[in-house]
Protein backbone atom coordinates (compact mmCIF):
# COMPACT_ATOMS: atom_id res chain seq x y z
CA UNK A 1 0.00 0.00 0.00
CA UNK A 2 1.84 3.23 -1.15
CA UNK A 3 0.71 6.30 -2.75
CA UNK A 4 1.01 6.65 -6.44
CA UNK A 5 4.44 7.51 -8.17
CA UNK A 6 4.45 8.68 -11.33
CA UNK A 7 5.46 6.25 -13.99
CA UNK A 8 7.96 8.59 -15.88
CA UNK A 9 9.64 10.38 -13.00
CA UNK A 10 8.99 8.89 -10.23
CA UNK A 11 7.98 11.92 -8.41
CA UNK A 12 5.41 11.48 -5.28
CA UNK A 13 1.98 12.11 -5.56
CA UNK A 14 0.66 14.03 -2.36
CA UNK A 15 -2.41 12.22 -0.32
CA UNK A 16 -3.84 15.63 -0.32
CA UNK A 17 -4.02 15.70 -4.16
CA UNK A 18 -5.43 12.27 -4.74
CA UNK A 19 -8.20 12.55 -1.68
CA UNK A 20 -9.31 16.19 -3.25
CA UNK A 21 -9.79 14.68 -6.63
CA UNK A 22 -11.80 12.14 -5.43
CA UNK A 23 -14.34 14.33 -4.31
CA UNK A 24 -14.12 15.88 -7.42
CA UNK A 25 -16.07 12.92 -9.11
CA UNK A 26 -12.15 11.34 -9.40
CA UNK A 27 -10.60 14.34 -11.76
CA UNK A 28 -7.52 13.50 -13.70
CA UNK A 29 -4.21 13.88 -10.95
CA UNK A 30 -1.56 15.56 -12.83
CA UNK A 31 2.10 15.27 -11.92
CA UNK A 32 3.50 18.52 -10.90
CA UNK A 33 6.98 17.62 -12.28
CA UNK A 34 6.69 16.29 -15.55
CA UNK A 35 2.62 17.34 -16.22
CA UNK A 36 1.61 13.23 -16.74
CA UNK A 37 -1.63 12.75 -16.32
CA UNK A 38 -3.50 9.88 -14.81
CA UNK A 39 -6.82 8.57 -14.29
CA UNK A 40 -8.29 6.27 -11.88
CA UNK A 41 -8.70 2.71 -12.65
CA UNK A 42 -12.12 1.70 -12.76
CA UNK A 43 -11.80 -1.26 -10.47
CA UNK A 44 -10.22 1.12 -7.65
CA UNK A 45 -13.33 3.30 -8.25
CA UNK A 46 -15.63 0.35 -8.18
CA UNK A 47 -14.02 -0.51 -4.67
CA UNK A 48 -14.55 2.84 -3.53
CA UNK A 49 -17.94 3.22 -4.23
CA UNK A 50 -19.15 -0.29 -2.86
CA UNK A 51 -17.66 0.61 0.74
CA UNK A 52 -18.96 3.61 0.58
CA UNK A 53 -22.90 2.24 -0.71
CA UNK A 54 -22.21 -0.60 2.35
CA UNK A 55 -21.08 2.30 4.73
CA UNK A 56 -24.36 3.42 3.96
CA UNK A 57 -26.62 0.77 4.19
CA UNK A 58 -25.03 -0.35 7.55
CA UNK A 59 -25.61 3.35 9.08
CA UNK A 60 -29.30 3.48 6.98
CA UNK A 61 -29.53 -0.26 9.50
CA UNK A 62 -28.50 1.36 12.52
CA UNK A 63 -30.62 4.58 11.93
CA UNK A 64 -33.88 2.18 11.35
CA UNK A 65 -32.94 0.38 14.29
CA UNK A 66 -32.02 3.68 16.79
CA UNK A 67 -35.55 5.81 15.50
CA UNK A 68 -34.54 8.67 18.06
CA UNK A 69 -31.83 9.71 15.94
CA UNK A 70 -32.49 11.72 13.11
CA UNK A 71 -30.81 11.58 9.60
CA UNK A 72 -31.15 14.99 8.61
CA UNK A 73 -29.30 15.71 12.17
CA UNK A 74 -26.51 13.43 13.60
CA UNK A 75 -27.30 10.47 10.60
CA UNK A 76 -26.32 12.95 8.12
CA UNK A 77 -23.08 14.18 9.99
CA UNK A 78 -22.18 10.23 10.30
CA UNK A 79 -22.84 9.82 7.02
CA UNK A 80 -20.41 12.84 5.76
CA UNK A 81 -17.63 11.61 8.56
CA UNK A 82 -17.68 7.80 7.24
CA UNK A 83 -17.09 9.14 3.60
CA UNK A 84 -14.44 10.94 4.52
CA UNK A 85 -12.79 8.54 6.57
CA UNK A 86 -13.08 5.98 3.87
CA UNK A 87 -12.11 7.91 1.34
CA UNK A 88 -8.82 9.13 3.55
CA UNK A 89 -7.58 5.19 2.72
CA UNK A 90 -8.42 5.92 -0.94
CA UNK A 91 -5.25 7.51 -2.12
CA UNK A 92 -3.12 3.87 -0.38
CA UNK A 93 -4.74 1.39 -2.31
CA UNK A 94 -6.20 3.54 -5.67
CA UNK A 95 -4.17 2.24 -8.80
CA UNK A 96 -4.39 5.11 -11.43
CA UNK A 97 -3.25 4.70 -15.36
CA UNK A 98 -1.51 7.46 -17.32
CA UNK A 99 -3.76 9.00 -19.79
CA UNK A 100 -2.66 9.03 -23.65
ZN1 LIG B 1 6.05 12.88 -13.50
Known amino acids: MAIKKCENCRHQFKWSQIFGSIFAFHALIKCNACGQEYKVSSSSRLIHELIV ?10 L ?14 ILIAIIILISSFFPFYAKYQPVE
Open 64 to 77: SSNPQISFWGTGFG
Open 53 to 62: IAAILMLSLF
